[in-house]
């Protein structure tokens, strides 16, 4: 993610400020200029509805019908305000959906509000004793999130359940959301189809069939050769969900090394490559090689220095060369789009 600046002083804000902690000037960010900018130095700008209850920072043009920015103009049912427990909740778990939502616009990804448009998105944060028996998941552009997902414990205490290696909020939003935009790619087009199917096997297969045996049986042994993720292995959509995740998680951190400056100049690399690189902007590169080492290269620097403060890796993962594939793959859609 970028690092923004505050318009007043041009002190660094975080993606989640909503005033400048050294001038104090109220700010928000605006996701057409990718900027953060404030409403008394811009006056066609609005804050977003949503900025009432503190659960969103985004700014919209005044001249907007909507009453939303693009992040909350997505969302269909969220806790009711007196409802303060599941209303918290909520606001945790809006701050990873923004940073979704800023990468999607990154990748200049159709985001239409299902209100809108039956084949759009909408977001569901649903109790857990909700009445409709909804989990976690995906259908239909409709991408339901349980609200006990922001408990911390409780999200600690699944991670080791499911014998998960990382599970975080943000990695939840980008996995659901991965279901929604294998439609946009695929659905009514063959030949990305055949493509699809060539890097992540025929999605025909019965689904729930296929989960309930994940379920039974676990993964099967070496799945590590030819997939990111246990789950991964349980169908070729979640193979595709979880590698788009991932896909998402290497371009955030590449990008935010790139913003932060952070470059390498070690005397030997194990890649025979350039020893000295600059992370670079990855949105900008189209050969994903270079992506993935650069990539490489950061996420051991930063599981390092976290190991140095006796904590777990930032990026627990090993990718092996047919996954390597497959976000190659990924990375193929977008520039053969634009
Ligand atoms: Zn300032
Ligand atoms: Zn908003
Ligand atoms: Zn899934």
Redesign the pocket.
């Known amino acids: 993610m970028k690092i923004f600046s505050c318009p007043k002083c041009k002190s660094d804000l975080f993606f989640e400020n909503s005033s400048c902690v050294k001038c104090h000037e109220k700010v928000g960010y605006n996701a057409i200029s990718d900027a953060f900018e404030s409403t008394r130095l811009n006056r066609n700008l609005k804050f977003c509805e949503n900025k009432k209850y503190a659960v969103c920072n985004w700014l919209l043009p005044k001249t907007d019908n909507s009453k939303f920015c693009k992040a909350c103009a997505l969302n269909r049912k969220v806790p009711h305000a007196n409802d303060i427990e599941n209303f918290n909740k909520w606001k945790k778990l809006e701050i990873a959906k923004h940073r979704l939502i800023y990468q999607l616009i990154k990748l200049k990804l159709p985001l239409v509000p299902k209100l809108d448009d039956d084949e759009g998105i909408a977001f569901d944060f649903l109790s857990k004793d909700n009445k409709e028996n909804k989990l976690t998941?995906?259908s239909n552009g409709v991408v339901t999130i349980l609200l006990t997902e922001a408990d911390a414990v409780a999200r600690e205490q699944n991670r080791v359940e499911m014998n998960e290696r990382y599970r975080t909020l943000l990695g939840h939003f980008r996995?659901?959301i991965?279901?929604y935009y294998w439609m946009y790619f695929f659905n009514n087009n063959s030949s990305s189809l055949n493509a699809f199917r060539s890097f992540f096997n025929d999605e025909r297969q019965d689904y729930g069939k296929a989960l309930q045996t994940y379920y039974n049986n676990g993964a099967p042994k070496n799945w590590n050769l030819n997939y990111i993720s246990k789950?991964a292995t349980s169908h070729p959509?979640?193979d595709w969900?979880?590698t788009w995740a991932h896909y998402l998680h290497i371009m955030d951190t590449l990008e935010t090394g790139n913003q932060t400056g952070i470059a390498f100049t070690r005397e030997k690399t194990d890649f025979n490559e350039e020893p000295v690189f600059k992370c670079s902007n990855p949105y900008l590169i189209s050969d994903f090689n270079i992506i993935f080492k650069e990539s490489t290269t950061l996420t051991s620097a930063v599981n390092s220095l976290n190991r140095s403060m006796g904590l777990p890796d930032v990026y627990p993962f090993i990718v092996p060369q047919p996954v390597f594939k497959k976000l190659n793959f990924i990375h193929s859609l977008f520039i053969n789009k634009s």
Request: charged content about 25%; proline content about 0%.
């Open positions: 998941g995906h996995h659901e991965g279901h789950y959509w979640e969900a979880e």
